[in-house]
């Protein structure tokens, strides 16, 4: 999540870090130092558009990359219809909240939406007074 003064998060690998030994036991671990990291920001001044920027990448890992782990997300992408239904989500959100918009600067403008109980828009209509 982004903060709320510097909105930036940063990325790291779970190998990465330097694991710090402070006992005799045997032990494994997975930190191992990896460089990997990725340092993004939303900054809110200047970005009306809330722009994602990648301040820095380091793409490398030191160690094997668990294809099985790879495998798994790509099993949990988005398919084509769950795209195509959050296009026409947010199509309607920016079209309703536009509308908003437009019947604070004119008052006489009608807008009528519906949103179910999972916040789902299910309805839209508007008119607004011809200008003659």
């Known amino acids: 999540m ?3 003064y510097h909105p930036s ?3 790291i690998c779970s190998h990465s870090h330097i694991y710090e030994l402070n ?3 045997d032990t494994i671990t997975k930190k191992i130092g990896c460089p990997f990291v990725v340092n993004a920001s939303c900054p809110k001044l200047k970005n009306p558009e809330k722009y994602v920027i990648i301040n820095k990448i380091v793409e490398q890992h030191n160690h094997s990359l668990d294809v ?4 798994f997300e790509d099993s949990r ?3 084509d219809s769950m795209i195509e239904y959050i296009k026409f989500m947010t199509v ?15 008052s006489r403008w009608l807008i009528f939406c519906s949103w179910n109980e999972d916040n789902t828009l299910t ?4 008119m607004k007074e011809q200008e003659i």
């Open 9 to 11: 998060s940063t990325y």
């Open 123 to 126: 309805h839209l209509s508007w």
């Open 92 to 106: 309607s959100s920016k079209l309703s909240n536009w509308l908003d918009s437009q019947k604070e600067i004119y």
């Open 23 to 25: 006992s005799t036991k």
């Open 2 to 4: 982004f903060g709320k």
């Open 68 to 71: 099985s782990i790879v495998e």
């Open 77 to 79: 992408k988005f398919t």
